[in-house]
């Protein structure tokens, strides 16, 4: 059967085991504002328009703990739990072969990053449908230096060309399929997937995300997170 490029998937990758919370600290099920980060993030793909299922990249002996978070949650669209692999490049392909064979668009996300509005998800599919590959972003508004060995400005960076990249990330699914084959084939390790793309050529649109986006990674960013949280849920 061939992939319709009008039914879209959803990967949350949610398979790390976010050691910059401090040791035996699982990030994704710190709870803010009401409930876990994870399903903050569950939550807006739940409601996001236009998805037709979604598959979380968990790990090992983790699936209870999320079909637990489904059922509180009365998550409604159609979910599968897959285990990750070692990497997150791994745990994304392992998502992907997970998808619906008539899957013809993918938006993959970061478990951790709770506060990513409808209209970003909406413009990346959008973006990814026209062009096969889209990123959020968020332009970079500080100064930015090179440094010299970590400890001396060596060269000042012209940030009008900058961008912070986030998730989603959204792809035909083809292309994300062919791009991280050559990942895996080459055993080069990305840090994102649309790195991946870079690899093959593949040119990748740009969506601005106008409404901050972050990602848990520390306590630090905690508070933060509560307060977009609460503000979005009203």
């Known amino acids: 059967m061939s992939a319709d490029p009008k039914r879209v998937a959803a990967v ?14 699982d990030k994704l099920f710190l709870e803010i504002a009401g409930r876990p980060i994870v399903a903050h993030t ?14 979380l990249v968990v790990r090992g002996g983790m699936q209870e703990e999320f079909r637990k978070l489904a059922a509180e949650a009365g998550f409604m669209k159609p979910f599968r739990l897959i285990v990750g692999g070692k990497e997150r490049q791994d745990s ?11 899957c013809g668009i993918v938006a993959i996300q970061d478990g951790a990053r709770p506060c990513t509005s409808l209209a970003v998800i909406a413009a990346s ?8 590959a ?15 060995g970590g400890t001396r400005v060596a060269k000042h960076i012209d940030r009008s060309r900058l961008w912070a990249v986030q998730t989603p990330q959204t792809f035909r699914v083809e292309v994300i399929r062919r791009a991280l084959a050559a ?15 870079e690899l ?9 995300s106008r409404e901050p986006n972050p990602k848990a990674t520390s ?8 307060l977009l949280l609460k503000r979005m849920n009203g």
């Open 12 to 25: 949350i990758v949610a398979a790390g085991n976010g050691t910059r919370m401090g040791p035996g600290v």
């Open 42 to 55: 569950w939550a807006r793909f739940d409601a996001a328009p236009g998805l037709d299922e979604l598959v």
């Open 92 to 102: 994304v392909w392992n998502g992907l072969q997970a998808l619906s064979p008539d």
């Open 125 to 132: 599919i959008a973006a990814a449908r026209e062009l096969g």
């Open 134 to 148: 889209a990123v959020a972003a968020q332009r970079v508004t500080d100064t930015i230096k090179e440094s010299d």
């Open 183 to 197: 990942v895996r084939e080459r055993g080069v390790l990305v840090t994102d997937d649309t790195a991946a793309c």
């Open 200 to 208: 093959i050529g593949q040119p990748v649109a740009l969506v601005e």
């Open 219 to 226: 306590p630090a960013d905690l508070p933060y997170l509560e």
